[in-house]
């Protein structure tokens, strides 16, 4: 991916901590979500612009949050309301695709993807997931003890 960026003369940033908290995700459909986001924003944007993704952890909330961020060509309004909708695209070449599985990807994981534009200004694309939190297993309030019946000896 980088390489890519590198090759077309545009910035790839990335903020966000070392560790994160775990979310309870198939990795393989959520690095689909991810490629699709920064391709989209790289079609987006001209030479020396920047995509910029970050992440923000909410612990009232149990989510974190993971923002793609560019400063391409940006998106009207309409475009913002169809960007999810099957087969819709505002490109040349591709299938309309990417951000409808996207879509449904993330919603499958419990999260939500939303998307804020401005056209001239750039895009936000923001996928939200929440916190895997194990259960602590359950512990009987008193100890099992097995029933035996004391054999009498005659």
């Known amino acids: 991916m980088r390489s890519r960026f590198d090759f077309e003369q545009k910035r790839l940033v990335r903020r966000y901590p070392k560790r994160l908290p775990s979310v309870w995700s198939d ?14 924003a790289l079609e987006a944007m001209r030479a020396g612009d920047t995509l910029t993704v970050s992440a923000k952890i909410s612990r009232k909330d149990r989510t974190v949050t ?16 169809r960007a999810f909708d099957p087969f819709y695209t505002t490109k040349e ?35 939200i997931l929440p916190v895997y939190e194990p259960r602590e297993p359950r512990t009987p309030t008193a100890p099992l003890r097995p029933n035996r019946k004391k054999q009498e000896t005659s």
């Open 66 to 81: 993971l923002r793609f961020t560019d400063d391409g060509k940006g998106m009207t309004a309409e475009e913002v309301q």
């Open 27 to 40: 990795s393989d459909q959520l690095q689909q979500v991810f490629v699709n986001i920064a391709f989209n």
């Open 93 to 127: 070449t591709g299938s309309g695709l990417g951000l409808a599985i996207s879509h449904s990807i993330v919603e499958e994981h419990n999260g939500q993807i939303t998307i804020t534009s401005e056209p001239g200004e750039g895009t936000t694309v923001s996928v």
